[in-house]
């Protein structure tokens, strides 16, 4: 009778899905500085687990091959050596990490666009973009780091040379034991050819949601439902759990209608609007058993010295959106799959 009961007990365990708490995460803004317990403490105030650690690689236009990284004339944080030390002092205080290295292209460019005019030119880029990926994969794999994302809204690079991605994937799984996500763009998910080779669905949520100047929650509430109908159905079919990869609003009115303004704009500063749609988004996902998590767009270091009342911009520090999400990371969440 008793190796009976063991057994029925581990058919049952085996039969379980896996669990795992919610990614409660930052974006974590590259600096020239690096980074001290001071610069941490915040990120623990708010009861983040996660922190996207961001090294760049700058491209001088949209059609250009030529990516540079990981050199002395770029910030610390920017750097494989930056990037080392800001994941180990975020490990030290038990904040997991998440390696993301991302295109910069002069002037702001939308990295959506990078595209190139022949074969030759697209095969240079490849060469190069493998570079950079495997410097930070590998970087990944010596630091214990939980997740490696592998690109950011390069929907382009993406649609005109899938099978380079499939073998960067593979190259990236023979140095990297984590697991692995990509970035697409709000745009950008359903259209992703090798969701499937990954862990997670990573998706960059700026979808519109509200066309209004000072939104309702519920009007964002219903304004989410066609979009997170998308996501479900995805993530299940997929069976991948879905990664925000980032998420966030601009503290300003219309704050729903184009979450992805990156431009420096005078709309008038609008707290509340960002708050709440912060907090329905939080409501809409965060109990769902497909949804990973995700990462607050964006989080600066020197936290007494950004955001703040007459601030208009996406941070959520010294907001009353941060108070938003850190009650929210202060719960207990899982999620499975």
Request: proline residues 4%.
């Amino acid at each position: 009778m008793k190796k009976l009961i063991i057994l029925v007990l581990l058919i049952s365990l085996s039969c379980k899905k896996n669990v795992e708490d919610k990614v409660n995460g930052v974006s974590f803004v590259s600096s020239g500085d690096e980074v001290a317990q001071i610069h941490v403490n915040p990120v623990l105030d708010i009861h983040a687990n996660y922190a996207a650690i961001m090294p760049f690689g700058f491209i001088p236009e949209a059609d250009s091959s030529e990516l540079l990284f990981n050199s002395e004339r770029q910030w610390f944080g920017e750097t494989r050596v930056g990037a080392k030390q800001y994941i180990e002092m975020l490990h030290k205080n038990g904040v997991h990490t998440m390696m993301k290295p991302q295109i910069w292209i002069r002037r702001g460019e939308f990295t959506g666009n990078l595209t190139m005019q022949s074969e030759a030119e697209w095969e240079k880029l490849e060469d190069s973009y493998s570079k950079f990926i495997l410097l930070y994969a590998e970087l990944a794999q010596e630091t214990n780091t939980e997740i490696l994302c592998i690109g950011t809204e390069l929907a382009s690079f993406v649609k005109n040379r899938p099978e380079y991605w499939n073998r960067l994937i593979a190259e990236v799984r023979k140095v990297y034991k984590g697991k692995i996500t990509y970035a697409a763009n709000w745009d950008e998910y359903a259209k992703t050819p090798f969701w499937d080779k990954l862990d997670y669905i990573g998706v960059n949520a700026y979808f519109p949601i509200c066309e209004r100047q000072n939104p309702t929650m519920q009007t964002m509430r219903e304004g989410w439902q066609p979009w997170k109908t998308k996501l479900k159905e995805l993530a299940l079919e997929v069976k991948k759990p879905m990664l925000f990869t980032e998420f966030g609003y601009r503290s300003m009115d219309y704050t729903g209608k184009k979450p992805w303004l990156v431009d420096r704009n005078e709309e008038k500063v609008n707290l509340q609007a960002q708050a709440d749609a912060t907090q329905v988004l939080f409501e809409e996902f965060w109990d769902e058993e497909w949804f990973a998590g995700g990462f607050v767009w964006k989080w600066f270091m020197h936290h007494d010295k950004v955001g703040g009342l007459a601030d208009n911009r996406f941070t959520p520090q010294n907001k009353p959106a941060e108070s938003v999400i850190r009650k929210q990371y202060a719960k207990v969440k899982k999620y499975s799959l």
